[in-house]
């Protein structure tokens, strides 16, 4: 029977690992080589095989070692995440958040003022805009953390939930089969704008954009003045707006995957954020109905 591994266990194993090293290990961890070398006999021990193979050049995992790397760094990341969740008032800094416009009329407030509730210190400056426009800040390091759509063709991002678009519309409103779809949508480069106009073109359905807004606010009056059928996303849709029926032949728009994108866990701050917006999951898809 293996019994509970020791955290700080896997820690060094990690270490010698990726620097191939002893020495380097234990200048990374701040420990005596000793103590690495204790460490990795310990953990061998209590596991009963060989994870290292030594000679006089160099360190390299044995494939039992190799197969432990995943576990060892899915259980240090878990515990780093937790601790970074977890902080009593630790954290301090500030972070600046990228959010879909998708989220302005839902509860991420209440999650955002969950996380300023345990996090005082930490400083939030938000910015809501257009999914792709979120990524081009990100990369170019204006934004720390993103929670949005995923880019298509980005494996990036940690994932919150996966669904697909829909059509929506003034409760009621049935377009006319004989005219050019009315569409209200996103400016380029909207995902939700592609993906309509992509699934329109598939099929050959004629369109025409009659109203084009870069505000949540602006397309949702849009549509409830009728002038048009917008893509959106069920799980947010925001009030006044309704599903265009299925029988009225419309093509189905596809999926969407919503992501949580950060630094990295060497940002505590936005470690301990971006694991906030996740645990919230439920509260943020049901928000907007």
């Known amino acids: 029977m293996i019994g ?11 270490a010698v690992v990726e620097s191939s ?20 006999a310990r953990l061998e021990q209590a596991l009963g095989r060989p994870l290292l193979t030594r000679d006089t050049h160099r360190v390299a995992p044995t494939p039992d070692g190799q197969a432990m790397i995943g576990f060892a760094r899915e259980v240090v990341d878990a515990q780093d995440r937790l601790r970074a969740f977890f902080s009593p008032g630790g954290l301090r800094g500030r972070i600046r958040l990228g959010v879909s416009e998708d989220y302005t009329l839902s509860t991420l407030a209440q999650v955002l003022a969950c996380f300023a509730g345990r996090h005082d210190a930490v400083d939030l400056q938000i910015t809501v805009g257009l999914s792709r426009t979120l990524y081009q800040g990100y990369d170019a390091g204006e934004l720390d ?55 329109l073109e598939t099929v050959g359905r004629s369109w025409r954009v009659v109203c084009t807004s870069g505000s949540l606010m602006g397309l949702r009056a849009a549509v409830e003045a009728g002038l048009g059928i917008a893509p959106h996303s069920a799980k947010v849709m925001p009030p006044g707006l309704a599903a265009i029926p299925e029988a009225v032949g419309l093509p189905p728009l596809g999926a969407v995957e919503f992501v949580v994108l950060g630094p990295g866990r060497q940002h505590a701050a936005a470690t301990a954020l971006q694991e906030t917006i996740l645990a919230s999951t439920g509260e943020l898809q049901g928000a907007a109905h």
């Open 145 to 199: 953390v993103i929670f949005c759509k995923r880019r298509r063709g980005d494996p990036r991002g940690t994932l919150a939930w996966t669904e697909d678009l829909i059509w929506t519309g003034r409760p009621g409103f049935v377009p006319d089969p004989a005219k050019p779809l009315p569409l209200v949508l996103y400016p380029p480069p909207s995902m939700t704008r592609t993906l309509a106009l992509d699934a």
């Open 21 to 40: 090293s002893f020495t380097a290990a234990a200048q990374a961890l701040g420990l005596r080589q000793s103590t690495v070398s204790g460490h990795i």
């Open 4 to 14: 509970n591994l020791n955290i700080e266990l896997l820690r060094s194993f990690l």
